[in-house]
């Protein structure tokens, strides 16, 4: 296996970070003969939700509470670098409005990018992780319940077929269902009715999708799991039993048994998790009640083993070495392939997009070192952006940007994390008319600079190719000094094209609002 840049971890060592609702769950593993060998895991009981209000403010407590843990997990990770490790953040993040706080803080003691994902995403990755454990050819239903959301997902094979995050967690209706940590019938029945509500939205879509086998991952499922077996396994039946109602049921029996959480004692239940067992057991029975699950097997994967396939599969790309593991898995990169359903589903004009992405990277291979936008996040951003500029013309061709920036903003983007997401929404916004100000929720990974700078070059070879298939695009030499960039173009070329010839005009004047100076040469 070839080396990375620190400290010689060879590429099949791979690492991923979940910085979840609950907990932060750290694991590090290698792939080895086709497979994914776990080594080492760190779990860290941080309880992020607790902190968050009705309001969606996360304490001050709260906020220190994760601050703490990745410091303590600085040591741990080292020796990593971002293209071996992952770090990706959930439901409470997901939804805090003081989010950047906690971003701006950890940045000065955590070295690493968090990118916080949306709850679609949590549930794609939760369906890499755990579908690698399955016999591929079944319909599977994964089921996740977190501190704050609940992941529901079906696929087959490889691929998603229909998914959902839920906004109910074992964390927050612990709080809000059982007031004081108080156990009774009237708390179950409000949060499993609660539950109830929230499922009804989605069953009748998971019901047509159909599945073969229901599986359970994470640490609520797992509990329960556990809880059940220490009841039902004996010393003649020592295989793990699946989870149906009924057992669900008489734990429910054995819970209400206790008046408190304090006071539960039962075998196989952690102390860590006597807080949030009666919530997450309700928001199973509901799952279980409104799905028809018959049984839920358990799973020991879930969102951080689906980080670490995705980062095998991302390495693939560039490691000759790994790439037995992506044939393998028969599977291309998610971004692109996110990319290209959206060009077929809004019909975008597939060879103006590739004329427009080829001349945006030649202009960005001639001005990356110099303008300080040489990483492959940029690359990539504008890559997509070329690709995608045009997917709101058939709502409005005079103001397909901004329908453009809509659709991008409100699109489910397998793959995307919140960051790229909003990014990529803002560059298909400002790449014509106006320059609007960088907007982008939980920047962390970013810079707003970088961004602008990869706007000019999408725009600039968004204007040279307006003529479309009706005339060839010239590349132009580029001359890049500081703020300022200098593009060489064929004299002829231009006194053909007088609307492009103008537009570069106007372009120049747009730009020194940003403090960049566009000069226009021609031989």
Same mark, same amino acid.
């Given at each position: 296996m070839s080396k990375n840049n620190k400290d010689n971890i060879p590429d099949n060592y791979i690492a991923a970070l979940d910085i979840g609702s609950n907990s932060f769950h750290f694991v590090y593993g290698r792939l080895i003969d086709n497979h994914l060998q776990i080594l080492h895991t760190e779990k860290y009981r941080v309880k992020l939700?607790?902190?968050?209000?009705?309001?969606?403010? #996360?304490?001050?407590?709260? *906020?220190? @509470?994760?601050?703490?843990? +990745?410091?303590?997990?600085?040591? =741990?990770?080292?020796? #990593?670098? %971002?293209?071996?490790?992952?770090?990706?953040?959930?439901?409470?993040? @997901?939804?805090?409005?003081n989010r950047q706080e906690f971003l701006d803080k950890a940045r000065e003691i955590f070295s690493f990018p968090i990118e916080i994902i949306s709850g679609h995403e949590e549930a794609r990755l939760i369906y890499q992780g755990v579908i690698q454990n399955f016999q591929p050819n079944d319909n599977h239903l994964i089921i996740d319940i977190g501190g704050g959301s609940t992941e529901c997902v079906i696929g087959k094979n490889y691929r998603v077929k229909t998914l959902d995050s839920l906004t109910m967690g074992c964390v927050s209706f612990s709080q809000k269902y059982f007031i004081n940590k108080e156990i009774s019938s009237k708390h179950f029945n409000k949060a499993i009715s609660a539950a109830k509500k929230e499922i009804n939205a989605i069953a009748k879509r998971f019901r047509k999708a159909t599945w073969q086998?229901?599986?359970?991952?994470?640490?609520?499922?797992? !509990?329960?799991? !556990? #809880?059940?077996?220490? %009841?039902?396994? =004996?010393? &003649?039946?020592?295989?793990?039993?699946?989870?149906?109602?009924?057992?669900?049921?008489? +734990?429910?029996?054995?819970?209400?048994?206790?008046?408190?959480?304090?006071?539960?004692?039962?075998?196989?239940?952690?102390?860590?998790? @006597?807080?949030? *067992? %009666?919530?997450?057991? !309700?928001?199973? *029975?509901?799952?279980? &009640?409104? +799905?028809?699950?018959?049984?839920?097997?358990? %799973?020991?994967y879930a969102l951080r083993e689906g980080v670490l396939y995705e980062q095998l599969e991302q390495l693939s790309l560039t490691s000759p070495e790994l790439n037995e593991f992506a044939n393998s898995q028969k599977k291309i990169d998610i971004h692109q392939r996110t990319v290209t359903s959206l060009i077929e589903r809004f019909s975008i004009d597939s060879e103006q997009a590739t004329d427009v992405k080829k001349l945006a990277l030649s202009l960005y291979r001639k001005c990356a070192q110099e303008w300080k936008i040489d990483d492959k996040h940029y690359k990539n951003l504008l890559s997509w952006s070329a690709q995608l500029h045009e997917i709101g013309v058939n709502i409005n061709p005079s103001s397909y940007h901004k329908h453009g920036q809509y659709i991008i903003e409100q699109a489910d983007l397998a793959g995307f994390n919140q960051e790229q997401q909003y990014a990529l929404a803002w560059l298909i916004g400002a790449h014509r008319k106006k320059l609007s100000d960088v907007n982008i929720p939980s920047s962390y990974q970013l810079k707003n600079k970088a961004l602008i700078r990869i706007c000019v070059l999408l725009r600039l070879a968004v204007l040279l190719n307006q003529q479309r298939q009706l005339s060839e695009t010239p590349t132009p030499s580029v001359i890049i000094e500081d703020s300022a960039i200098q593009l060489v173009l064929c004299k002829q070329w231009l006194l053909d094209r007088p609307i492009v010839d103008s537009d570069l005009f106007f372009e120049a004047e747009a730009l020194q609002a940003i403090k960049i100076e566009l000069i226009i040469k021609s031989i």
């Open positions: 939700a607790s902190g968050l209000n009705d309001n969606n403010i #996360l304490s001050k407590e709260a *906020i220190a @509470r994760g601050l703490s843990t +990745l410091d303590n997990l600085s040591a =741990t990770v080292q020796n #990593l670098n %971002c293209n071996n490790f992952r770090v990706v953040a959930t439901y409470t993040l @997901r939804k805090a409005k086998t229901a599986t359970g991952t994470s640490g609520t499922i797992k !509990s329960i799991h !556990s #809880l059940i077996n220490a %009841c039902e396994t =004996t010393p &003649e039946n020592k295989n793990p039993q699946t989870i149906n109602l009924k057992q669900l049921k008489n +734990l429910q029996s054995q819970l209400l048994a206790f008046d408190t959480f304090d006071n539960i004692k039962l075998e196989n239940l952690k102390d860590n998790r @006597r807080d949030v *067992i %009666c919530a997450g057991l !309700s928001i199973l *029975i509901a799952l279980m &009640e409104v +799905l028809s699950i018959k049984e839920l097997h358990y %799973c020991s």
